[in-house]
């Protein structure tokens, strides 16, 4: 009888050492948990491959206070140690929000000991064409893709962690941000987003040039990497692009598109150019040609009246004006300078568009000479009327 006595004391003391010894250590992680002390949860996880990192510690903890609370993680801690000493050789603190991965797993060892790990597991996401180097737990490589591609990145223990580094795709460099999120499904777990996304224009029905790309309003032209594809950076989900051109000498822009940039893929746009655009071009260039030629005829017949007789100078320059009016004016104007006696020249030395193309108002400046010596520079700002294919001035004014 006190034999068996003695038998059922030492395994009641044997059971209160096992107890013991779980209590201590399940508190020891409570409270590495509960007080976001990496050192300590370092310390009390033994991982069966590499040691537990500190950024994994810091992600660990994030993640599982997402998760727990103190009240409720001290509840689940307690069921795992009174399964454990119910015999089982195993347990598993699981997360509230998915079902495919564990947080903690405990293990009896010899010596009537337990064993804290946290499982790792692997990690993957797509990445574009380009070179990114990534580290980041136990992980340490540099993903060099030729096209888009799911990559695996390594393993880590589940985490919340927002990694951030710099690659390149083509010759320019990338910001890009890797983000970990074991509280969301798997396939949506680890997501790449980055800075720099690839354009690539091609104008279908005409062999027209490209003058320049512009986002946002931000000239990308000398970003152009491969034929017609231009790179940019933004941190807009909706950008706006607009595209130069050039026909017969002259620069025009296409409709802006508005679009969402992928970073994954380059974004193709197939563009064509309107006929009406072309046509409008032709139109433009027959009008200036129009406009040179109104002005040549003026310098010519403001030239002979100069050195005409008075009589003769309304006739001379009446067809260049839109009413009797203008002409008198612009006569009146030659009237102060005239003379039969001498010899003149009258030359236009600039003459420049201002504001739109349909306003066909010009910024031109006339030199005069008298007897081959200068006499002087005169700045005008003409306005001109389109009459069926000619130019005629519509209105005029004398700068100072």
């Known amino acids: 009888m006190y ?23 399940i508190d020891t992680y409570k409270t590495a948990v509960l007080e976001k002390d990496t050192e300590a949860l370092i310390d009390i996880i033994e991982m069966e491959d590499e040691p537990l990192t500190e950024d994994e510690a810091e992600g660990y903890l994030k993640l599982i206070h997402e998760q727990y609370d103190e ?28 079902n495919d991965y564990s947080l903690l797993t405990v293990t009896k060892i ?35 893709q030729p096209y888009k591609y799911e990559k695996v990145l390594g393993k880590s223990v589940p985490i919340i962690m927002n990694y951030s580094g710099k690659g390149n795709k083509g010759d320019t460099d990338v910001n890009f941000t890797i983000d970990i999120d074991f509280n969301k499904n798997a396939d949506e777990r680890v997501t790449l987003s980055g800075d720099l996304y690839a354009v690539e224009i091609n104008l279908d029905n005409t062999r027209l040039p490209i003058k320049s790309v512009s986002v946002d309003g931000n000239d990308i032209t000398d970003t152009k990497y491969d034929e017609n594809i231009y790179y ?30 992928d970073f994954f893929e380059t974004t193709i746009f197939e563009l064509e150019v309107p006929e009406e655009s072309l046509a409008n071009i032709e139109q433009e260039i027959k009008d200036e040609r129009a406009i040179d030629l109104a002005l040549k005829l003026l310098a010519v017949q403001s030239e002979n009246a100069l050195s005409n007789k008075e009589k003769d100078r ?11 009016e203008l002409n008198t004016n612009y006569i009146n104007y ?6 039969t006696n001498a010899k003149f020249t009258y030359e236009i030395s600039k003459a420049e568009p201002i504001g739109e193309h349909s306003d066909y108002t010009y910024n031109v400046e006339v030199e005069i000479t008298k007897n081959d010596e200068h006499l002087q520079t005169n700045n005008f700002t003409f306005k001109f009327i389109k009459k069926d294919d000619t130019m005629i001035i519509k209105e005029y004014t004398k700068n100072k």
């Open 3 to 25: 034999r068996k006595l003695l038998i059922l004391l030492g395994f009641v003391f044997i059971l209160a050492g096992c107890s013991n010894t779980y209590d201590t250590k």
């Open 71 to 98: 009240e409720s993680l001290t509840k689940e801690l307690t069921e795992l140690v009174d399964t454990l000493k119910k015999g089982t050789e195993e347990v598993v603190l699981s997360p509230k929000k998915q």
């Open 110 to 144: 010899e010596n009537k000991d337990i064993r804290l790990s946290i499982p790792r597991y692997e990690l993957a996401t797509n990445f574009p064409e380009g070179q990114f180097p990534v580290k980041f737990g136990i992980n340490d490589l540099t993903v060099n």
């Open 232 to 261: 940019f950076k933004s941190d807009s989900k909706e950008v706006v692009l607009e595209v130069m051109s050039e026909y017969k000498g002259k620069d025009f822009t296409l409709d802006p598109i508005n679009f969402n940039p």
């Open 314 to 324: 309304n006739m001379m320059l009446k067809h260049r004006f839109a009413d009797d």
């Open 334 to 339: 030659i009237n102060e300078i005239a003379d």
